[in-house]
């Protein structure tokens, strides 16, 4: 295989042959492939998209690139979310799932640009630690129902150097590649089921609910053609979600959750997941709230934390800085806009610019007023909380223009706006 004509192929609009797919995707695995190959290929693809048949065909040359996790034995229903601002919904779906007898294999990520990772977030809790062998996540699934860590170097390798690549060449917003690059993981993880939350709106990769659908639709007829019962919600990200973006901050909301209150959006994400996920996982319906409120939910989580090195009752790291910015006016917030806050919470240091960057456990924006709610002017609007102050005032220039303060009350949406 020459890799000009695959990529002359596909920047001249054509199809790629199985062969062709396989073969480009283990070259550029084993380095055969260079880069600068590998990146105009990606553009091409990003600009004339692929047909079913390839994206199938890419997302199994990806999950050949490495191994495929054995779960034999477990009932196993996962979750997926394609990214978004202050989405910590994995940290009390997670245990809350669980605690209804299903194993939630959960392998997460960290945050790069302005969308949060979930590890950073809990690595922000003393002691937990995100790297499991995968004999001591198949143990903490058998007896806890509950695991969040890092996916192994091993699971889908193709896609972990793809995604750093389409990271620096502008190459990540394509339904192909997120399809692929998605499901490659999940099918490799071997979960039985799965619910993909496909966020829509500022905050997200689509913005427009028309390519959160594609891509939706794209990723539920892989995970099927895999055997994995795959759903997807399709979200709102146009406003963050909760109060809080950032680590620590994010952590403690979703502790309000766990324990029965927490932001309403939160909450009405949060029971939509496990609904789903319940009924996937063969539970049929359930009362989900019900584990919110008699504690299971919260007992799951000490229990996971506690198997990963966490201290469950240490408290979580607090700034060295923080700052509030006031409302301008008087009125209601008619709109919140999670980019802004996303990048404003990443300015301020709880996310990376590059892969290995550290970030800083207590960064992070609370907002206090969400879409619809009253705001007076002087009051406060947002807290910014940070570790190295010198970030404080390019963060509070990013929020300038995130809100709009209206007349008449603005009802805020429903998050769920969809379903495939
Ligand atoms: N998340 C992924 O894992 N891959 C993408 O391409 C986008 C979001």
Redesign the pocket.
Known sequence: MDPITVIAAKRDGGELSTEQIREVIAGYTSGGVAPEQMSSLLMAIVLNGMGRREIADWTAAMIDSGVRLDLTGLRTVDK?S??GVGDKITLPLTPLVASYGLAVPQLS?RGLGH?GGTLDKLESIPGWRADLTVDEMRAQLREVGAVVCAATADLAPA?RKL?AL?DVTGT?A?IP??????MS?KIAEGTGALVLDVKVGSGA?MKTYADAAELAEAMVELGADAGVDTRALLTDMSSPLGRTAGNAVEVAESLEVLAGGGPSDVVELTVALAREMLDAGGLGEVDVAENLRNGRAMDTWRSMIIAQGGDPDAPLPAPRHTHVVTATGDGHLGALDALAVGEAAWLLGAGRSRPGDAVSYAAGVTWHAGVGDPVRAGEPLFTLACDDESRLERAVERLDDAVQIVAPAARPGPRVLGRV
């Open positions: 997926h394609t990214g990520g969308t896609d995604y389409r990540v394509s590649l997120i399809a692929s690059s998605i993981k990769f």
